[in-house]
């Protein structure tokens, strides 16, 4: 399978249009060594033909015209033939009312995710007046056929409060968080070999290392580098763990909590323009580097 990065950055972006911490300030003057990067999504692919987008970016117009095997092949033909979300969160779902000019949007999510869109942001309810929209229901532990390539979906089980999740209502439904946040494992049923993807991570609980243990390639939640790195720079109240995210750096970090793990690949995505591991001269992208993993950025092709 072919996986294409499509944007590194977490929301908001790298730089964000109102942020002037030293991240962002370093792309804008050029003091640091350092590239820009846009929002949170990949692309996936059995064969180099077929695409499906995991997460829609609110970038999504220009990642796809910086990928030339996603541009159409014909009279308004595209290669792309889904999108797969892993959540509801804007930065990952407004992308979806950007591929309104298509004869329409198949989407892949959970029952929860579908909810908060259509009654908590009520954005599939915008989209579907502009274009057809067709859903698979993502079920975790459930294994789905794409045609060349499987997935299978996981809970990233996550305690962050949601403001847009409708009030409860039946069982797997988010109730309990269940279905939330998924990560994805993507097989390839030719050789077994999977690749998992998994942007949003605040615990790496048992279940979640499970998922993880064997793959071939990781792309793992980059958010930030220190638990209270927002606090720290005085921008926000929250510390990662707040916002569903587990830190980088340091003791229980996810560097080395994935340290023992047997992963063929480890590339950080979903990197908050705040982490200093985005600056190619910090001592933190040294410290990943000598752990072997790598600073995902937009373009990056990889193959499973
Ligand atoms: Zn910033």
Redesign the pocket.
């Known amino acids: 399978m072919r996986i294409r990065v499509l944007g590194a950055a977490a929301g ?1 972006g ?3 249009w109102n ?3 030293p ?2 300030r370093a792309v804008r003057d050029g003091t640091r060594p350092t590239t820009p990067r846009t929002q949170s999504s990949i692309a996936v692919s059995p064969d180099g033909e077929r695409w499906w987008l995991v997460n829609a970016s609110p970038d999504v117009r220009t990642q796809l015209a910086d990928s030339p095997a996603l541009h159409p092949t014909g009279d308004r033909t595209t290669p792309l033939h889904g999108v797969l979300l892993t959540d509801a969160e804007i930065d990952h779902t407004l992308g979806l009312v950007l591929l309104r000019e298509g004869r329409g949007v198949h989407v892949h999510a959970t029952a929860a995710t579908e909810r908060t869109l259509r009654t908590g942001t009520s954005l599939l309810t915008t989209l579907e007046r502009f274009c057809p929209v067709t859903w698979t229901e993502v079920v975790p532990g459930a294994e789905h056929d794409l045609g060349g390539l499987v997935y299978r979906a996981f809970d990233a089980p996550t305690a962050k409060h949601d403001r847009f999740a409708p009030p409860p209502a039946g069982s797997g439904t988010g109730t309990d968080g269940t279905g939330r946040v998924v990560g994805y494992r993507f097989t390839d049923p030719a050789t077994g070999r999977f690749a998992v993807h998994l942007p949003g991570v605040q615990e790496l609980t048992p279940a979640v290392l499970a998922e993880i243990d064997g793959a071939d390639l990781l792309l793992v939640d980059g958010t930030t580098w220190f638990d209270d790195e927002m606090v720290r720079l005085g921008l926000a109240a929250k510390t990662a763990h707040d916002m569903g995210h587990l830190h980088v750096g340091g003791p229980g970090g996810s560097l080395e909590r994935l340290g023992g793990l047997r992963v063929g690949r480890t590339v950080y995505v979903h990197i908050n ?2 982490n200093p591991m985005l600056l190619d001269d910090s001592d933190e992208r040294a410290e990943v580097e000598k752990a072997g993993a790598l600073v995902g950025y937009d373009g990056l092709e990889l193959e499973v």
């Open positions: 908001g790298f730089p964000q942020c002037g911490c991240g962002c323009n705040t």
